[in-house]
T-cell receptor, first 112, second 113 residues
């Protein structure tokens, strides 16, 4: 039973355009969500997070949107740069639980 | 400021052997979590250590055990290795005060033959 789903295994975007990565979850107890980026042979790098009391959080080129009623979150990267090419993971946790539950990841490819 | 470090980077073992992986948390962090990441999947939570105790455990058998030392570093031990234990093992550190962001090390790639 996958509690966090990233339904797009890969996404290709032109450099300079917007990249939108999506994530769906099923557990209504989740109240904290994170996005990580992972390059090959490296550990995941934290990008941005959002608490369930908010519906948007912004940090530079990265914005995360949370739609609690739809149990959906998305990561927007504007503008996309070549260095953004990586695998992006969505993760979630519940306040009563310390573990992070992860999606399977989306491979983002930024085309020149 | 040193980030999370893990050793070794790569390891090859045979079935039935035992392995120990090591992790040093980011400076100032007191909590260590361990994850297993199989190819093409997201990380799966193994357990978390806080104040030298296992605070929470994921759905992994007792062959997986751990330890946290007074300096907050941690070890992951896996006994009676199976082929299916081949994976990237990630260590993450955080502050133990709640839902704090977890910061990851580069991982240890374990291959069981």
């Amino acid at each position: 039973d996958q509690q966090v789903k990233q339904n797009s295994p890969s996404l290709s975007v032109q450099e300079g355009r917007i990249s939108i990565l999506n994530c769906d979850y099923t557990n209504s107890m989740f109240d904290y969500f994170l996005w990580y980026k992972k390059y090959p042979a490296e550990g995941p790098t934290f990008l941005i997070s959002i608490s369930s009391i908010k519906d948007k959080n912004e940090d530079g080129r990265f914005t995360v949107f949370l739609n609690k009623s739809a149990k959906h979150l998305s990561l927007h990267i504007v503008p996309s740069q070549p260095g953004d090419s990586a695998v992006y993971f969505c993760a979630a946790s519940a306040q009563s639980n310390y573990q992070l539950i992860w999606g399977a990841g989306t491979k983002l490819i930024i085309k020149p | 400021d040193a980030g999370v470090t893990q050793s070794p980077t790569h390891l090859i073992k045979t079935r039935g052997q035992q392995v120990t992986l090591r992790c040093s948390p980011k400076s100032g962090h007191d909590t260590v979590s361990w994850y297993q990441q199989a190819l093409g999947q997201g990380p799966q939570f193994i357990f978390q250590y806080y104040e030298e105790e296992e605070r929470q455990r994921g759905n992994f058998p007792d062959r997986f055990s751990g330890h946290q030392f007074p300096n907050y570093s941690s070890e992951l031990n896996v006994n009676a290795l199976l082929l299916g234990d081949s994976a990237l093992y990630l260590c993450a550190s955080s502050l133990g005060t709640g839902q704090e962001t977890q910061y990851f090390g580069p991982g240890t790639r374990l291959l069981v033959l």
